[in-house]
């Protein structure tokens, strides 16, 4: 039944506006009903008092009793009102008109009456509607003589006006309701046409976008919360559509990286075919084979190493180490490659030991990947240097080598997966590009930070921090 913004707004408000009227008009009927008593109850009390002198001046037999009646008869006529005056044991003996004369004679013995002659003034209403045949209210004063009661007046006035004075009210508050629902229907439903349509507007778009059209946006400009939904929905859908071109490229990469060592095999498998091959030539083949599936199979390991760091999957096995320790065994690794290209290392650890807490394996993969490029990248005759230093409670670790450099333009691309500066090295430089990707996803997964300082033609530094061990 409330399926729509609109039903629901306009139900509640409706609710809304039905309280607002219903308390409103009970509260003004009972202002208007206790006002107009008061009135009326404070008219008839000053009438009665005026009337009160003539009573006591007939008492004295001082006025005749036609005198008091025509006196009755003109108030009764400015006041709506019956009036009879009782003696001090309840017999009526004066009426305000001829048609009142049924009264004279008899006793009343309502508490009213009791009350008046007691000498107190009363105002009520309800109690003589059945000897008027109506609502009436009524109001009864004592007549002192000489300080004690003698006599009472009593004055009973219709109330039917103050009904029709109501009724008037009720009307106006019942006009007014319908006037107000009907323009909170108008004015509802176009703010909630407002409010709906930029929403279904995002739905539609998020379907498109689950078909897999990663271009589409929202088009809404307004300021509210809505406005904001639709600015974070298309920020979600620009990184879906980046998120969608970087699996595009990274399948075209490793799709380009794979076909060009298998071409090569291939090539090469054809040509040992060949019966009439020599020897020398066959070996020279065998060796490029060779050198191609190794390719082919640290791509497919660095390939491994990066999905199962991204998928969260390698769980780093913390442990206590010294990092100098670990940098002493990985140039001892690299001495052959060292040797060939005749390079110095210089090692300059202004601590020792330094120990960290990191996973040491990882880690021993970003010190390899950093030395191997630094000696791929150093002609014959480089020197190495390798640092370690304690600052601001981190350990800092910076690798430097006196090569080629890299271009200003190569430093914002070189953690990116398959970026190979220098497009035209010769297929001698082996790599696959993804060396500093695997780096900087090990060093983040430590919550660590690593940088590289370069010059072109001068040599490049690259430095990471760890996580000293503090409880030494
Ligand atoms: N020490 C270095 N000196 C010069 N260039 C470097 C150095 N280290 C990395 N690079 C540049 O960054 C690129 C990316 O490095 P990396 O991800 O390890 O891939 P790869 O070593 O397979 O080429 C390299 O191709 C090279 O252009
Ligand atoms: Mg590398």
New binding site residues.
Partial sequence: MFNTVFKRLVSVYLVVILIIFAVLGVSMMKMFENYYFEKKSEALIAEGQKLNSTVIKYLNNQVTYERLGIEMESIERFLNAKIWIIDKMGYVYGVSSRSETKWIGRQLTEGDIVNVLKGNVVAKRGSYDEYFGGPVMTVGIPIFINGRVENGIFMHSPIYEIKETLNETYKIIIYSMLISMVIAVVLLYFISQKISKPIKEINEITKVIASGEFNKRVSIMSKDEIGQLAISFNHMAVELDRLEEMRKGFIADVSHELRTPLTLIKGYVKGLMDVQLSEERKEEYLDIIYKETDRLTELINNLLDLSKMESGKNMLNVEKFDINELIRRNIINYSNKLEDKDINVEANFKFDPVLVMADKESISQVIS?LVD??I??MNNGGCLFIDTDIKEDKALISIK?T????SEE?LNN?WQRF????KSRSRQVK???????IVKEIIKSHNEQIWVE?KAGEG?V?SFTLSLCNNE
Wanted: aromatic share 12%; hydrophobic share 30%.
């Fill in positions: 990947n490029n630094a791929k990248f080598d090569g080629i450099g890299i190569d070189i970026y190979k500066g220098d790599g696959t590009g993804l060396g500093l990707s370069s490049t690259f």
